[in-house]
């Protein structure tokens, strides 16, 4: 017997959209309808549960282009999240990709792909800063770069090849690492806490002779990868109280080298770097010697 048929057929009579509730809603009405000890109390009933009715094609319309693509995006965060506990990039993985279920790995690639695509055909309406985060969370959701060969997954996903993606994540990364210094990132605003303890910390890329200055958060060692990732050595780090503390080290820095300041486009945050000729100081002691 159809679910409709249940429903009284003089309530079904005047009000025909009765027939659209689910079984879960119609459960409900049938039991407010006999619960109701008057004419006028039923009346108040069916008239609820067909304005409910009525409105039903309204809220469950289907979606299409990019409100379709956008909705699937916010459904696999949130399975990522209740499933596994990940509270999103630039956040670290709540374990390494080595030891991670087939189920996280999964899960994680399907996001990976959804992003993939939102990056490549809704271009138009994200904006360029909101373009460059989802590349670089679909790559961070394929480990890269941890595994190298994410970049190659991405590009499987939009039939492309690595190579031809090459400029766009190079681009993407030195961008979205400037937005997290700056937190204008239109998706990562707020992740920073500014009364939370931030590391300053000194990279050296021996091949290219330079030093690197640069602040992230204690809860992540993102940024770090990046760098190691891309030939250099983390020489130094040292841990502020807050936010203000690590910039106001940063810039002590930079001033106590503005001798061998220099900048180059091939290390991400290229402005902050100097050669490595000058005399390296420890962090600590450069704090304890009051930034002198």
């Known amino acids: 017997m159809a679910w409709h048929d249940r429903i009284p057929a003089n309530a079904i009579s005047k009000y025909p959209q009765l027939r659209r509730l689910t079984k879960a809603e119609g459960e409900k009405y049938l039991l407010e309808r006999r619960a109701a000890w008057t004419s006028y109390e039923r009346s108040k009933v069916d008239q609820h549960f067909a304005d409910i009715a009525r409105l039903k094609p309204l809220r469950s319309r289907r979606r299409y ?21 990940w509270q999103g990039f630039p956040w670290d993985h709540p374990c390494r990709w080595y030891a991670r279920s087939a189920q996280f790995t999964a899960d994680l690639q399907e996001f990976a792909q ?23 969370e679909a790559l961070d959701a394929l480990d890269w770069p941890e595994r190298p060969d994410g970049v190659e997954k991405f590009a499987g996903y939009l039939k492309s090849y690595p190579f031809h993606l090459k400029d766009a994540i190079d681009g993407a990364l030195e961008r979205h690492d400037d937005m997290l210094d700056n937190e204008s990132c239109p998706r990562c605003c707020g992740v920073r806490d500014d009364g939370a303890p931030h590391r300053v910390y000194i990279a050296h890329y021996y091949g290219l002779g330079l030093y690197k200055v640069g602040v992230t958060t204690m809860g992540s060692d993102r940024r770090l990868t990046t ?51 000058a005399r390296l100081i420890r962090l600590a002691d450069f704090v304890e010697r009051g930034m002198k």
């Open 114 to 136: 959804a992003l993939a695509i939102r990056w490549l055909v809704d271009r138009r309406e994200l904006g360029q800063r909101e373009r460059d985060h989802l590349l670089m």
């Open 65 to 85: 282009g990019s409100d379709l693509r956008s909705a699937e995006e916010r459904r696999l965060r949130r399975q990522l999240k209740h499933r596994h506990g």
């Open 227 to 277: 760098h190691e990732s891309a030939g250099a050595m983390i020489v130094d780090t040292f841990t502020t109280g807050d936010y203000q503390e690590a910039l106001t080290l940063e810039r002590a820095v930079l001033d106590a080298v503005s001798d061998w300041r220099t900048s180059t486009p091939l290390i991400s945050g290229g402005g902050e770097v100097w050669k490595d000729k």
